[in-house]
């Protein structure tokens, strides 16, 4: 069963504008990944934060993670057209990895 | 693709043949997974393998096998292909142990069309 629940399920911006992308979870984790896919790729590793971790920063990427609320988020600032693609939280617990359903991202020009 | 192919990469079959796809590893990574994606529900785990000859169910394993004889393939088979079995099929590796906090790399993936 699904762990990780992205938010929206669609979201469509204007280059330029920052997204932000939600991921609830239900059980402890160890710690909490993003993923992107391009449009017939396979999934890229973006980003990880650990358990006791509340915020982490990679380039144009922030990602926080509230445990007490079993939630995370991944914001992307100064959208760009190569943006676009579909990302996944995935949590990492006891039985591994276990992936959301994902948020599709279209960043119009 | 972090040294990680999948083959093949596209397949068309009849209801009732075997298929296997295969996943093939450079990196010497312990861990190895077979997902499938399919609209509406993400990506679900099949089977995984945590070393040669060690493998175990994941979420959706009924109508699949696995079979890890050397630590660089690892092989998805559907022994009697079904419709409902058309799908993206994705294989991943990651290194360490359960529990560190290592990512996992994905190949290009395996589109299948069960006829």
């Known amino acids: 069963s699904q762990q990780g629940e992205e938010d929206p399920q669609a979201l469509s911006i204007q280059e330029g504008e920052n997204a932000t992308m939600n991921c609830s979870y239900k059980?402890?984790?160890?710690?909490l990944q993003w993923y992107r896919q391009n449009s017939g790729r396979g999934l890229v590793h973006l980003i990880l934060?650990?358990?006791?971790?509340r915020e982490k920063h990679s380039g144009r990427l922030r990602v926080t993670l509230d445990t007490s609320k079993k939630s995370s988020s991944l914001l992307i600032t100064a959208s760009r057209a190569a943006d676009t693609a579909s990302y996944f939280c995935a949590t990492d617990g006891a039985d591994g990895l276990t992936f959301g359903k994902g948020t599709h991202l279209i960043i119009q020009p | 693709d972090a040294g990680i192919t999948q083959s093949p990469r596209h397949k068309v079959t009849e209801t009732g043949t075997p298929v296997t796809l295969r996943c093939h590893q450079t990196e010497n990574h312990r861990y190895m997974y077979w997902y499938r994606q399919d609209p509406g529900h993400g990506l679900r785990l099949i089977h995984y393998?945590?070393?040669?000859?060690?493998?175990d169910k994941g979420e959706v394993s009924d109508g699949y096998s696995v079979s890890r004889s050397k630590t660089e393939d690892f092989l998805l088979t559907l022994e009697s292909a079904t419709s409902s079995q058309t799908s993206v099929y994705f294989c991943a590796i990651r290194g360490g142990q359960v529990g560190s906090y290592n990512e996992q790399f994905f190949g290009p993936g395996t589109r299948l069309t069960v006829l």
């Open positions: 393998s945590y070393g040669v000859k060690d493998t």
């Open positions: 934060i650990r358990s006791n971790e």
């Open positions: 059980t402890s984790i160890n710690n």
